[in-house]
């Protein structure tokens, strides 16, 4: 049998659904009260989702009120349901050895529904960003630059270790 390879295309579109995912759970947790907040993240024990700027931008309660009220009423919980549910099916597609019509079907399905998601996304981004005062968005941008950079950062020393270790053993993939 002969093992299919993702393409960018997929990879891409899985890609923008993890991301997507990410960015609805941190908005909803960037609403929650200081107290509800827990478990472990990146530094000091801070998660790097997009939506989680917004925890150290000192929101009102009235602000973290609006915002929650904001994601409750996106439908970014169905939406997110929905690509669960079509990647799911995808991937037991291919694994149980679909035709290509069926998985060219799912794929499409999947990637206008990663559509939809992005716009919906976005909108709640726009709408979060009007409710800061305008040092609230300075700050947002500023601390927006600041997680970039560590990406970039981390990035970067993952492809010296990578090369490293394809200095080692050239036969890996």
Do not use: W
Not at 26 to 44: D, K, L, N
């Amino acid at each position: 049998m002969t093992k299919l390879k993702p393409t960018k295309a997929f990879s891409k579109t899985l890609l923008a659904a993890v991301f997507l995912a990410t960015a609805a759970v941190t908005a909803f947790a960037a609403s929650q009260p200081e107290g509800r907040r827990g478990g472990r993240g990146g530094p000091h024990g801070r998660s790097e989702g997009p939506g989680m700027l917004f925890r150290d931008l000192d929101l009102s309660e009235q602000q973290r009120e609006q915002i929650r009220s904001l994601f409750e009423q996106s439908g970014s919980q169905e939406t997110m349901t929905r690509l669960s549910e079509l990647q799911r099916s995808l991937n037991e597609a291919i694994e149980t050895g679909a035709d290509e019509g069926a998985l060219r079907q799912l794929g499409s399905d999947l990637g206008i529904a990663q559509g939809d998601a992005a716009v919906e996304r976005s909108r709640l981004h726009q709408a979060t960003m009007q409710l800061l005062t305008p040092e609230q968005r300075q700050e947002y941008e500023e601390l927006k630059a600041e997680r970039k950079k560590r990406m970039e950062e981390r990035r970067e020393r993952f492809e010296q270790r990578r090369q490293r270790g394809r200095e080692r053993d050239p036969d890996s993939f």
